[in-house]
């Protein structure tokens, strides 16, 4: 599944989900918060949705933009 495709499937969501969405530290609880709001999400979706969410930098220093 594409994340183009896991977005049309998603619909509209409310805003404070999103929110929440957006505050969750892990996949799992990622997973759970979608379960908890009736939407389908398998644990690959989640940890997907959660890399785009949170992507890794891997750096030390706050990204060269925020200066």
Request: with cysteine; glycine share 4%.
């Amino acid at each position: 599944m594409t994340i183009r495709d896991l977005i049309a499937r998603l619909g509209k969501v409310d805003q404070e989900v999103m929110g929440q969405a957006m505050l969750c530290d892990t996949a799992e609880s990622l997973q759970a918060l979608a379960e908890e709001n009736s939407i389908a999400l398998s644990m690959q979706e989640a940890d997907e949705l959660f890399g785009l969410m949170h992507p890794r930098t891997d750096e030390l220093a706050p990204p060269s933009w925020m200066w």
